[in-house]
């Protein structure tokens, strides 16, 4: 099939704008912590929302793909972004900003269900593998550039001097809640992103079995393998460090090392997101050279160590060490998924959209460290990331794929050259 570049453009387009608005949470915890007056256990239901609308849509979209088509769920997905975002910022307060991060929540669903059978169709399937890493670049480049625009938009939108784009969003935003500007920022994005969809001609996908949403009786009948359990839970465990991380990071280096969250917190969660850009980077390498669970073992243990320091290490080493968490953890999420599908024989999509939904991890984990930091501080709340990177170590050392990763000093790949 002839690629169609465009539609390619349009999909790394589509990650970027999904990371942008996604990963910008943690930047934000603190001044909606501060403004709305929240406990750790309130301020952790914003992600739990957000990231719970994953597990709810995921499953259902991947059946709707099938009968609406790709075009549609995508247009569905930004519309449901932006009537989310547009809610906020017309009516900021922390019930409103509930169930706006739920819409966002179900709108990024919809549209990761979409984009990857999209891009093997439109790159072609012998590029695939390479325009999915090229995604995942962009995808951290967005998330590393986020929160950098959040701490912009609070350090520029009160300027006298201000150019006419960041005036309109002055004369838009309460002078008391300037991180709501990027919430009218977001909506806006919405709207674009729904005109281009609308107006870009799409291919025909034809789904593989990898990516086909088998019915509801295959995943209750696939939920009662012991292997797919513990892999879904695998799955929580990786974003829930994830996001556990990252949306705490702003918070803990203000409350224990008082900096400020919209300059110097904003960066540490920005630079979070660009170490595990490079740490995905140095284990595309390793991959080639280690078997993949020797890699997800070295890196589990760096990352308990970063976070150990983070932890306990003084202002400037935790800053870093933060950082160093995002490095080490980046390996996890493609290692776990390749050995939860090299780990059965069949019903290789409905086990993808079940790791999937996995990514409620990302609303689970936060809450619980909330919960835990209202009765113990947020350091301590912080250790329950100890028992969700302890449990990705121990996959380094049950896990049995039916196929592993090659490398290139595979006896048979030699042999066979």
Same mark, same amino acid.
């Given at each position: 099939m002839k690629r169609n570049y465009y539609i390619v453009v349009l999909i790394m387009i589509t990650f970027f704008v999904i990371s942008f608005i996604t990963n910008v949470l943690g930047a934000l915890n603190p001044a909606i912590s501060s403004d709305f007056k929240l406990s750790y256990t309130l301020a952790a239901c914003l992600p739990f929302v957000f990231f719970i609308a994953y597990g709810v849509i995921s499953i259902p979209s991947s059946m709707l793909v099938e009968t609406y088509k790709q075009k549609k769920i995508m247009v569905a997905g930004f519309a449901v972004s932006f009537v989310g975002s547009l809610l906020l910022? %017309?009516? *900021?307060?922390y019930l409103n900003s509930l169930l706006s991060l739920f819409l966002i929540g179900c709108g990024m669903a919809m549209l990761q269900v979409v984009i990857n059978p999209l891009l093997r169709t439109a790159g072609g399937e012998e590029h695939y593998a390479f325009n999915s890493v090229l995604a995942q670049l962009i995808f951290g480049g967005a998330s590393f550039l986020s929160p950098l625009v959040y701490s912009y938009? !609070?350090? #520029? =939108?009160?300027? *006298? #001097?201000? @150019? +006419?784009?960041l005036s309109t969003l002055r004369s838009l935003t309460p002078a008391n809640l300037l991180w709501i500007s990027l919430y009218w920022l977001f909506a806006v994005i +919405? !709207? %674009? /992103? %729904?005109?281009? !969809? /609308?107006l870009s001609k799409f291919p025909k996908v034809e789904l593989t079995s990898e990516e086909k949403s088998g019915p509801w009786h295959t995943y209750v009948r696939l939920f009662r393998k012991r292997i797919v359990v513990l892999y879904f839970i695998a799955m929580i465990c990786y974003v829930g460090t994830e996001q556990g991380t990252s949306y705490w990071i702003s918070q803990f280096l203000a409350t224990y090392h008082h900096y400020d969250p919209n300059t110097q917190g904003t960066t540490a969660v920005s630079d979070f997101w660009l170490y595990m850009l490079f740490g995905g980077l140095l284990g595309l390498v390793l991959l080639k050279l280690i078997d993949s669970r020797k890699v997800l073992i070295s890196f589990t243990v760096l990352a308990l160590v970063s976070l150990t320091v983070a932890l306990f290490a003084p202002a400037n080493i935790s800053f870093y060490a933060f950082a160093c968490v995002g490095f080490f953890a980046s390996v996890m999420y493609p290692i776990i998924f390749s050995l939860? =599908? @090299?780990s059965v024989e069949e019903d290789h999509g409905s086990f993808a959209g079940i790791i999937l939904t996995g990514i409620i991890g990302g609303a689970i984990v936060p809450l619980v460290i909330g919960g835990l930091s209202d009765v113990f501080g947020l350091r301590y709340g912080m250790f329950f990331l100890y028992i969700t990177l302890g449990y990705i170590l121990a996959i380094g050392f049950w896990a049995k794929p039916i196929i592993s990763n090659k490398t290139v000093f595979d006896k048979k790949e030699i042999a066979d050259a």
């Open positions: 910022a %017309i009516a *900021p307060g938009l !609070v350090e #520029n =939108l009160n300027d *006298p #001097n201000a @150019n +006419s784009f +919405s !709207v %674009i /992103m %729904i005109v281009v !969809v /609308m939860a =599908l @090299n």
